[in-house]
């Protein structure tokens, strides 16, 4: 889960609203597995579920901020974060406004730009992550959204790993 600046998700846990900050179930564009079109099992919507927007942090177009990750199970991967500042934000508005990652954990990867990764097999661990990324130049507004979504490698090696980590040694 996202701890700095609060995840939508960990704010409802600290304002006693919900008991499970780590998942995060929010509209979907199409319906899902389960036939609802949100993803998650229990259709929380965290969209409507707090009672108004209180922004989390101020920025301005093209700051370093630092976003602040807790893992509580290991599973290798990245993290990537887009930013929306649309009133009805979509997948696509936040792959098309990803951040670039600036450091404050693996070095840079030259081909994926976006990506923070976590660690690898000798270095791996839980507990929290701070890293910094470069917020967009155009993106602006009173309501800019950021979407924080982890990629994991416990299972698969994503696309690009296998020449990031063998450059690494």
Not at 55 to 61: F, K, L, M, V
Not at 97 to 121: I, Q, V
């Amino acid at each position: 889960y996202v701890e700095s600046p609060r995840s939508r998700n960990f704010r409802a846990r600290e304002e006693g609203k919900e008991w499970d900050h780590m998942s995060l179930n929010r509209k979907a564009s199409a319906s899902n597995e389960y036939g609802s079109g949100l993803c998650g099992v229990n259709a929380k919507n965290y969209d409507t579920f707090l009672d108004k927007w209180i922004s989390e942090a101020t920025y301005r177009a093209g700051d370093t901020i630092e976003i602040t990750s807790h893992l509580t199970a290991y599973h290798g991967g990245h993290i990537e974060i887009g930013a929306c500042a649309d009133d009805e934000p979509t997948q696509e508005c936040f792959s098309t406004n990803k951040l670039k990652y600036k450091g404050g954990g693996h070095p840079r990867d030259s081909a994926n730009k976006e990506r923070a990764y976590l660690g690898t097999t000798s270095d791996r661990g839980t507990g929290a992550y701070t890293h910094r990324f470069r917020l967009p130049d155009h993106i602006v507004g009173k309501r800019v959204l950021l979407q924080w979504r982890y990629f994991t490698a416990n299972s698969c090696q994503p696309e690009g790993y296998r020449e990031y980590f063998d450059s690494k040694g």
